[in-house]
């Protein structure tokens, strides 16, 4: 009878890390395993477990044994396998006897077609695993595509067999209803007994009696919560539970739950706190080394600030825990101590003056140091303000500002941003970098909106981060972006498969989100080619005249500035998925290589509203002929479209209606009205279907051949300059 089956290897402490995916790959790839052979259905009810010292998996209505499989094999030609006379041939006895089967079954095996000629086939049965047999190869399945991130080698028992497993293993159950099953792994033999808690368990092993008590058994008697999610629900429910009782909030962290999660068997939540006086460092350097040293949990106000509590998670739970919140109290002082000392000893140094030592950092072999690269920064900043400033859309910056002063500040922070590269905050925790700089700027008195850019330079950090928050900063920010992304290209470090050493993708999507959800008047190429002008000015310095000649020209060659623009905007299909446009209508507008990133949503929603309109259909499918018709021009093709040769009632209304309607069209696109554009073209419906029904484009006098592959010349480019049309066409 089929019966739940459970299966836990105990081990020592996995890495808590890795725990969650180690679980979940555990469960999934056994579970799998049976389903594939049989032993369970395809939609069998799976649940993990993970702990910290054990793996497991509990797998509903497992059968004893497979069914049995009729197999139908291909064996070889008929040609082959008989002789002339119908015989077997020493070839076909031999692939029967791999099979195991003798003589006695060529009678029964068929003849049937098999492309040009006949094959024989042998029709059996596949007898289904038996469940031990089954679970043997699930479990080794299992174990073999664990994503173990740093394996261990071990001895057995016996001193000499070695093994190799994330950890050593000290326990293997396995139990059908509540009958062993007779497997084994890493040198140990299946049973029913599994180890509890160290400290808290109500006796040292615990005799799992079925598959579908081990949950609870190991709660009641063992003191473990061992399902990972469960574990972390109870967490999240303690930790709100603690923090309500003061009115604040816990601070929200997925990463540093998952690992308390995997640090603890029967999570006990306690709050602590530490001494006042500790708030006057930074909240963003106590709440790191809070979080990364300790895997504690700070407690924030209603303002979002941090407070002198904080909450643990403690793996026991005495009945006066006094000695544990005192103890954790006195283990982070010291940390919080360090980082008040480092706070205190960095703004005795203004940030200016650690400008020599940047030149001592080495940023990339090929590229120079970080104080050479803030002067890179420095002038592509600059060249961004005069852009924005020439830019033929307005754009205003603060109220009381002029670009000269906007100027003055981006040339400040951009000088600036990397000093905190050199504090001991820095130094001890990198994460803090630029933030840490904010702060120093504002303990100098400098003004707040050069503070803000120095602190924000590096944003968006991730996905979802929030962009800079002023005008300095975004220039400084897209300065600093295009720097990485010229500097590297232009030496070769491009991002391969899954490696991106130097974060070059998050770059691009940084410039894409400033640009789009800022919506800057900015020309891609155009900043491009200024990074690349300022490289090719300090790669060609005298301080350069040791770098390999290919450096300077790999940098500024042309080659690299399309690598980095192509890169960028590959990088915007995902972005804009992500906001809900499909693949079409992005595509029509990449593949127009709009330089203006912050026009790509207005032309996005110019697409779609222009698909929504009844002519939508009919005008793309006619711009995808237009679109093929050209491509097989071969040679030059004819652009002047001369009006004595229009010789056909169509193509004469065509010409007329292309003149009336695309002045208003280029108006429009002009203006970045987009939509309005799109939807001017719809005019043409009438005529464009009048003269593909009525006009014969390759005609054999070649002047009018000519003269109508110049008339569809004009139609394709008055209907895509937003877009490529015909991308809408099914």
């Avoid at 209505?61 to 008929?78: E, I, R």
């Avoid at 160290?198 to 799992?208: C, H, M, N, S």
């Avoid at 050479?372 to 005069?386: D, F, G, L, N």
């Avoid at 897209?478 to 899954?498: C, H, N, R, S, W």
């Amino acid at each position: 009878m089929s019966a739940n089956l459970l299966v836990e290897l105990f081990v020592e402490e996995l890495p808590p890390k890795a725990l969650k995916k180690l679980g979940e790959s555990f469960a999934a790839v056994l579970a799998d395993s049976l389903k594939a052979q049989g032993l369970a259905a395809a939609d069998a009810a799976v649940t993990s477990f993970a702990s910290p010292r054990r793996l497991g998996v509990r797998v509903e209505g497992v059968a004893p044994k497979a069914a049995d499989k009729a197999v139908q094999q291909k064996l070889m030609p008929v040609a082959v396998a008989l002789t002339a006379d119908g015989q077997a041939t020493p070839a076909l006895l031999k692939k029967l006897a791999a099979l195991g089967a003798g003589p006695e079954v060529v009678p029964q095996l068929k003849r049937a077609p098999d492309g040009k000629a006949e094959a024989l086939f042998w029709d059996s049965v596949q007898p289904g695993a038996s469940l031990a047999q089954g679970l043997q190869k699930a479990l080794d399945e299992a174990l073999h595509r664990l994503p173990i991130p740093k394996v261990m080698t071990y001895q057995l028992a016996d001193g000499w067999t070695d093994v190799k497993f994330v950890r050593p293993a000290h326990g293997l159950v396995a139990l059908h209803g509540t009958e062993v099953v007779p497997v084994q792994a890493l040198g140990l033999n299946a049973g029913r007994t599994t180890t509890g808690h160290r400290f808290e368990a109500a006796q040292p092993t615990v005799e799992i009696e079925s598959a579908d008590s081990y949950a609870t058994q190991l709660r009641e008697q063992g003191a473990v919560i061992a399902g990972f999610a469960e574990r972390r629900a109870e967490i999240s429910r303690q930790l709100k539970g603690a923090a309500d009782a003061l009115s604040l909030t816990p601070i929200d962290d997925e990463a540093l739950l998952d690992e308390v999660t995997a640090l603890v068997e029967r999570p006990n939540v306690l709050t602590c706190a530490f001494e006042p006086e500790f708030l006057a460092v930074p909240q963003e350097c106590l709440i790191l080394t809070m979080k990364a040293n300790q895997k504690y949990f700070p407690l924030l106000d209603a303002q979002g600030k941090l407070t002198r509590h904080f909450l643990v998670v403690s793996n026991i739970a005495p009945a006066d825990a006094s000695a544990v919140v005192q103890g954790n109290e006195r283990v982070v002082r010291p940390r919080l101590a360090d980082a008040k000392f480092f706070f205190d000893q960095d703004r005795k140094k203004t940030l200016e003056s650690r400008l020599p030592g940047l030149a001592k950092v080495v940023y990339h072999g090929k590229l120079g140091s970080q104080g050479e690269r803030t002067e890179r920064v420095r002038a592509i900043a600059h060249a961004i303000v005069q852009q924005l400033s020439m830019a033929t859309l307005p754009y205003t910056v603060e109220a009381d500002d002029e670009f000269k002063v906007l100027d003055s500040k981006v040339r400040q922070a951009a000088l600036l941003a990397k000093c905190d590269l050199l504090t001991d905050m820095v130094g001890e925790f990198p994460e803090l970098q630029g933030i840490m700089g904010g702060y120093y700027a504002r303990h100098e008195g400098l003004r707040d909106g050069v503070a803000i850019a120095i602190e924000d330079h590096y944003k968006p950090r991730f996905a979802g981060d929030a962009l800079p928050r002023n005008h300095t900063g975004t220039v400084v920010a897209l300065a600093d972006k295009l720097e990485t992304l010229v500097g590297l290209f232009g030496i070769g470090q491009l991002p391969t498969g899954d490696k991106d050493p130097f974060a070059l993708r998050r770059h691009a999507l940084g410039v894409i989100r400033i640009l789009v959800e800022k919506n800057l008047p900015l020309e891609l190429p155009d900043m491009l080619r200024a990074a690349q002008t300022t490289f090719g000015e300090f790669l060609a310095d005298a301080k350069f005249k040791n770098k390999p000649s290919d450096v300077a020209h790999g940098v500024v060659s042309a080659e690299t500035g399309y690598s980095v623009y192509d890169f960028i905007v590959d990088r915007m299909d995902g972005y804009f998925r992500e906001l809900g446009f499909t693949a079409a209508e992005i595509q029509a507008v990449l593949t127009q290589d709009p330089t203006r990133l912050g026009d790509v949503p207005k032309r996005l929603e110019a697409v779609r509203a222009f698909a929504a309109l009844p002519e939508a259909a009919s005008l793309a499918a006619a711009n995808k002929r237009v679109a093929n018709i050209l491509k097989k021009v071969e040679g030059e093709r004819p652009t002047d479209v001369q009006t004595g040769l229009l010789k056909e009632a169509a193509e004469q209304a065509l010409a007329a209606a292309i003149a009336e309607v695309q002045p208003a069209a280029d108006r429009l696109f002009e203006q970045h009205d987009y939509t309005g554009s799109l939807k001017a073209l719809a005019a043409l419906k009438g005529p464009v279907d009048a003269f593909f029904d009525d006009v014969m484009v390759n005609a054999e006098d070649p002047q009018l051949r000519a003269n109508r592959l110049a008339l569809l010349g004009r139609l394709h480019a008055a209907m895509n300059r937003v877009a490529d049309l015909s991308r809408l066409a099914s």
